[in-house]
């Protein structure tokens, strides 16, 4: 391991001696794969030199432990009992770090939510479910763009297809994947009954032209009149977009956007994400049937977590997971469940590397 962050700490300085070379600037592409893998590599090396630090230090401490003054040995212990205990933190932080890097996890994603079991009641909560996925990203300083959206009557939402741009999204936001349950008495119950609804999430990273490339001669594009809730707002020009991917038979509809190029390229970036992610979900199968890298990712009748209204609780099922703070939660707090879900799945990550 310390051969590996030798040559890494290598790399690093060799790349900041060539983004200190004025001639860099000249060529856009080059300064830009050398800014990333600098900032790839910053937070291995800012951890293997504290680690080095903390080990000299260690050594210094030890030599004082043989000090003919009590007190002095006495504190020497203490220091060397924490400084001990902080490295071996540190260790196991850099094989995490040294974990290879899912390709995906830099990139934006597609966002899909979908009402199931629980009429209009599921609708509601997948109106919720968005607005909970927004306020995080409102939190980090994503952007969110809404794709194609089908809402009720009463402020529920069918169905919503957004896209999150912004840095890491996907690292985030990847084990969202799933059938969410909600517990509640919903407004239209009289007789305050606790009713269950569910409601499917999909995360997708977003694929670029050159991650995925289609063969126009696969597609066929439809357009129409788009027409809102009811046949209301109908268009006078058929601006409205389905395109069929036939190989496949996936189809993705936009008309959302009065111009027909708008919902065209919004529903080409939905269909490329979600090739993407049926190519990426049958190489994992073929790699290991037995083995799912992403939790939730094309098995949708999995329930991953369920929000209990009146006990104020949300649960992780796949990892026990149990918080009191639904109303912190569902207003966009939701990094007291994505972080023991990283730490979760890195720590499965790094049992699988030490049994290879």
Sequence with gaps: MYAKLDALEQEYLQIESDLSDPGV????????????SHADLAPIVSAY??????????????????????????????????LAGDIEQLKEKLKVLLLPRDPMDEKSIILEIRAGTGGEEAALFAADLF??????????SWKVEILSVHETGTGGLKEVVASIAGSHVYSRLKYESGVHRVQRVPETES???????????????????????????????DVFRSSGPGGQSVNTTDSAV???????????????????????????????????????????????????????????????????????????????????????IMEGQLDEVIEPLVQNFQAQALKESRAA
């Design 191 to 221: 007789q305050g009954r606790v009713h269950t609804s569910a409601v499917t999430v999909a995360i997708l990273p977003e694929a670029e032209e050159v991650d995925l490339k289609i063969d126009p001669g696969e597609l066929r594009i």
């Design 131 to 140: 607005r909970m996925y927004s306020r995080y990203a409102e939190n980090n």
């Design 242 to 328: 389905r395109i069929t991917h036939e190989p496949t038979g996936l189809v993705v509809i936009c008309q959302d956007e009065k111009s027909q190029h708008k919902n065209r390229a919004k529903a080409m970036k939905v269909l490329r994400s979600r090739l993407l992610s049926a190519l990426e979900e049958e190489q994992k199968k073929e790699l290991d049937a037995n083995r799912r890298a992403q939790v939730g990712s094309g098995d949708r009748s999995e329930r991953i977590r369920t929000y209990n209204y009146p006990q104020g609780r949300v649960s992780d099922h796949r990892i026990n997971l149990t918080l009191y703070n639904l109303e912190a």
């Design 25 to 36: 600037y000249s060529d856009q592409e080059k300064y830009r794969r050398l800014s990333k």
């Design 49 to 82: 030199r504290e680690f080095r630090r903390m080990s000299s230090e260690l050594v210094e401490n030890k030599e004082l432990l043989h000090d003919n003054d009590p007190e002095i040995r006495q504190l020497a212990e203490a220091e060397a009992y924490r």
